[in-house]
């Protein structure tokens, strides 16, 4: 079936660093791929997502890489900050699918100041 | 405007108890989505509307958990005879449209579920 594997499960970095989270899908056939980020006790919230035409998607210091032949997508943040600390979710939409979305095990990102 | 809202923000009951669970999608919002995020997951799919049908009700776990839309937007997920396994937070998304294409998702806040 779907299966999205979301690497790494924790991540820890400086402030001003970058990280980097990656996220590998099982099928070809998926389209749709955003990236949510959820503050503790509050709700997922969409922060950037790319469709499966385009490879790469930049929304100021957030951007997003697609490689449709490994199948796998990747977020990318640049000069991090502490309020960048959050449990981030990526997921897919399965082509076959009219829209549920099928989500990674998240990663909890830590920005020390 | 007003994002997608979820009533009760929380909920405690016994086992074996009837909860119902109300979704107030954003307004002119076709799809709704039910979604169930346990601690330290991701949101599971449950159950997606398009309009007043249930389009895809694959990821309901069982008989115990139904949902409802009659008039197409408000929505209500109904579990009976819940279980202890049954405590999450229940998320529910709204989206324009699915067809042709993903839309974006919105979430509700949520509905913690505490099944004692």
């Known amino acids: 079936g779907e299966n999205v594997e979301q690497h790494p499960s924790t991540l820890s970095v400086q402030e001003g660093d970058s990280a980097v989270i990656k996220c590998t899908y099982s099928?070809?056939?998926?389209?749709?791929f955003p990236w949510y980020k959820q503050e503790l006790g509050k709700r997922p919230q969409l922060i950037i997502d790319i469709r499966s035409n385009v490879g790469e998607k930049k929304d100021q210091r957030i951007a997003v890489t697609l490689n449709k032949t490994a199948k796998h997508f990747s977020l990318h943040i640049t000069e991090t900050q502490p309020e960048d600390s959050a449990v981030y979710f990526c997921?897919?939409?399965?082509?076959?699918?009219?829209?549920?979305?099928?989500f990674g095990k998240g990663t909890k990102l830590s920005v020390k100041p | 405007g007003a994002g997608v809202s979820q009533t009760p923000s929380n909920k405690v009951t016994e086992k074996g108890k009837y909860v119902e669970l109300r979704c107030d999608p954003i307004?002119?919002?076709?799809?709704l989505y039910w979604y169930r995020q346990s601690l330290g997951q991701g949101p599971e799919f449950l159950i997606y509307f398009q309009g007043t049908g249930a389009a895809d009700d694959s990821g309901l776990p069982n008989d115990r958990f139904f949902a409802v839309r009659p008039e197409g937007s408000v929505s209500t997920l109904k579990i009976q005879r819940t279980e202890r396994g049954d405590s999450a937070v229940y998320l529910c998304a709204s989206s324009l449209s699915s067809y042709g294409g993903a839309d974006t998702q919105y979430f509700g806040p949520g509905t913690r579920l505490t099944v004692l």
């Open positions: 307004s002119g919002h076709t799809a």
């Open positions: 997921a897919e939409v399965y082509g076959g699918s009219q829209g549920n979305l099928i």
């Open positions: 099928d070809s056939a998926s389209n749709y």
